[in-house]
């Protein structure tokens, strides 16, 4: 059996190697990509044709030999061309520029009967070829670490960590934000101790840390930087072999990074945790939330408010190569102006991935996002959001394959040029190994 302190230092090595492999990118100026309480689910890498980190570090993971490979790195490289028909997400004036994009991922995966790891990272460069306003090429990076492991047959630790630097608006974080508006840095990391009392009754208790901040956008930064902190402990029951009940209660504090605005939020959640098949599973929390603003997000707003809080996820495994993951939340989200507090939204994402042949993969990735208006008398537009990411995989060789791509983005709004259309098409060439 490893030793902890032996897998400690295979961690180690494996997150010095992450670093080695993206310092050509950070030593240009960035910080160091995710899912969490922040966002709705992953799939960044899917709809991102500018953004082509984030693709090379989901396409190595999911081509990744395993956690008991003989050799678990997995490296990336790739390269991508293309053309965007609206490189500022205008809702005015849509300004077209082919682009080109370069990026490299690693993943890193170790597996023993008490210990599995992954570690993904990558970093990305795009240059836009006719975008004088801003000359400048675009940065992106990412690292992704999950962690599970029994301390005992009783006990047991889930880790799951995702970092990302980038400019592009991404939809599956679920941000608030749906267009460009700056460079901007996200952290999300959860904690999650499991302990089995009996064979039917156990105890989740979890802990996230969320960490959203602009870098070059101050408009933006002011009324969204924040941090969170969340602690919640669910009460879980195994009323069938396949079915488990679940009762939850969840608190979290927001700190406003650029004014003195803060929020404390309560959480109380109902729902189970079930297995139709060894393919097919899906959860559902249900319930309410209980905010309250000691002062507005940079507005004029606050006091309290009270929504229905509602999480769902499906997950499906068609096969080695192919499987779906579907992802629902409604509930108290970020407004995208300073003059809203938060509203209620409605965020839907389905990501899919399907080996047609041994050689080719397609994957989807499709998100919706309904913001209702702010019935406190801040921001009192609505708006649906669409963002679709369609590519396709050929492999040439073991190592070498042929890429193309297309992502559909549509924002409408009530407020008057908030809204945008925009068309990104792109193909391009990456080596594994």
Known sequence: MTSPATIARRLFAAVALCIAATGGVTAAGLGSLSTGPLGGGGGAGLSSGTGGAAAAGEGAAALGLGNFSRFPFRV??????GYDDNVFTSGFVSRGSAFTNGSLGLTYNFGSQRTEIEVRTGGGITYYWDRPEQPGPDYNAFLGLT???????????DVTSYTTYQTEPDFSLNLGINRRSGSYFVTSDHFKLTYLFTPRFSTATSYSINLLEYQSNSTAGAFQNRVDNIVG????????????????????FTSYLDTDAKATTHFLL????????????????????????????????????????????????????????WTNSYGIQEGDSSSSGGRTTF???????????????????????????????GDTSAQDAID??????YALTRYLGVQVGYNYTDLSSDIFGRGYTRNRIYGGIDFIF
Do not use: C, M, W
């Open 233 to 252: 402990n669910e009460f879980r029951y195994l009323v069938l072999p396949t079915t488990t009940l679940v009762g939850e209660y969840r608190i979290g």
């Open 147 to 157: 962690l599970k492991h029994k301390f005992t047959a009783r006990l047991t630790l």
């Open 347 to 377: 965020h839907t994402g389905l990501i899919a991935k399907y080996g047609v042949t041994p050689r080719i993969t397609a994957q989807l990735a499709l998100f919706y996002q309904h913001s209702g208006r702010d019935t406190q008398g």
């Open 76 to 81: 990336t490289v790739s390269l991508q061309t």
């Open 270 to 325: 109902a729902g189970f945790d079930h297995t139709f098949n060894p393919r097919l599973n899906a959860t559902l929390r249900g319930g309410v939330e209980f905010r309250q603003f000691d002062q507005s997000t940079g507005g004029s707003q606050s006091g309290d408010r009270t929504s229905p809080h509602i999480e769902t996820t499906v997950t499906y495994a068609l096969g080695s190569r192919s499987n779906i993951s």
């Open 388 to 393: 679709a990411a369609l590519s396709a995989r």
